[in-house]
């Protein structure tokens, strides 16, 4: 059975879907937005799936009340977290860092409206997005140390050097402390901030559901693969891939457009 974006219904989230945008809204404002062992769990399934949907062109991640994510729920994940065994734990963690792998594999964009809190898992949420967008006064803040644990968490230790360089991440992972708005923009962690954080998001969602998807999609695993490559290997990688972006349809719709002088409206194939 094909999984349906306009039918789909999550339990344990918002979802919204519509002209190519899907959101996703975590939907505990009383709380700050924590997530629990089955938000984990349905929010990794339903990235999975979008690997596989083509009609949703770009996905929104924002939370609800104000607040992005506050992280794991103490009660529903904490608590529990210790009193299991060994194999329990490690089931756990594994299945958080494969939250991230489906984020990172779905080709869609993820555009991430932060507001407020964003924290733990929150602030993993946020980096595991390909674009981030801050509201002035948020505070992020990967507190694994605080809690006792290490910085290794969800691909902190993989990622966030990548976005705000090696120094400035481990003094983030050692300390667990609050990293401002200011800072985030600074770093380059936040793409830009603004007051509207949302509608600055849905500008950019807009504007990349209209883009040429095949392309953006090779754009994001291009991104991600090539962190690793030496540039020789980069550059062929990057020919093959090219290469076939060149026979997609969209490709000679942009070359007509062009040629008459209009703007192209690409359709995804």
């Known amino acids: 059975m094909t999984w349906d974006p306009a039918c789909f219904e999550p339990k344990h989230f918002l979802w919204e879907y519509k002209d190519g945008i899907a959101t996703i809204t975590l939907n505990r404002p009383e709380r700050r937005n924590p997530l629990t062992f089955a938000s984990y ?6 990235f999975w799936h979008l690997k596989d949907t083509a009609t949703v062109r770009v996905v929104v991640v924002r939370g609800a009340g104000g607040n992005f994510c506050s992280g794991g729920d103490v009660h529903d994940i904490i608590g529990p977290l210790t ?47 390909d674009i ?6 948020c505070k992020t803040a990967f ?72 392309a953006h999609a090779v754009t994001k695993a291009q991104l991600d693969a090539e962190a690793t490559m030496p540039l020789d290997e ?17 490709f ?6 062009f040629s008459k002088k209009e703007k192209p409206a690409f359709e995804g194939d």
Not at 235 to 249: D, G, H, I, Y
């Open 41 to 46: 769990d349905e929010l990794r399934n339903t």
């Open 83 to 129: 009193r299991m065994d060994q194999t329990g734990l490690l089931e756990f963690t594994r299945m958080t860092g494969d939250l991230v792998r489906a984020m990172r594999s779905c080709p869609q964009p993820i555009v991430a409206a932060v507001e407020g809190t964003c924290a733990g898992a929150g602030a993993i949420l946020a980096m595991a997005s």
């Open 132 to 137: 981030r967008f801050g509201q002035p006064g």
């Open 143 to 214: 507190l694994f140390a605080r809690v006792g644990l290490s910085g290794a968490d969800m691909g902190a230790c993989a990622l966030l050097p990548r976005l705000i360089g090696l120094g400035r991440a481990a003094e983030l992972l050692f300390t667990g402390r609050d990293m401002t708005s200011d800072e985030g923009l600074a770093w380059g962690f936040y793409n830009r901030v603004v007051e509207d954080v949302l509608a600055e998001a849905y500008a950019l969602a807009d504007q990349l559901a209209r883009g040429p998807r095949v």
């Open 234 to 250: 980069a550059l062929e990688t990057e020919a093959r891939v090219q290469a076939k972006c060149m026979r997609t349809n969209d």
């Open 252 to 257: 000679k719709r942009a070359y007509e457009a």
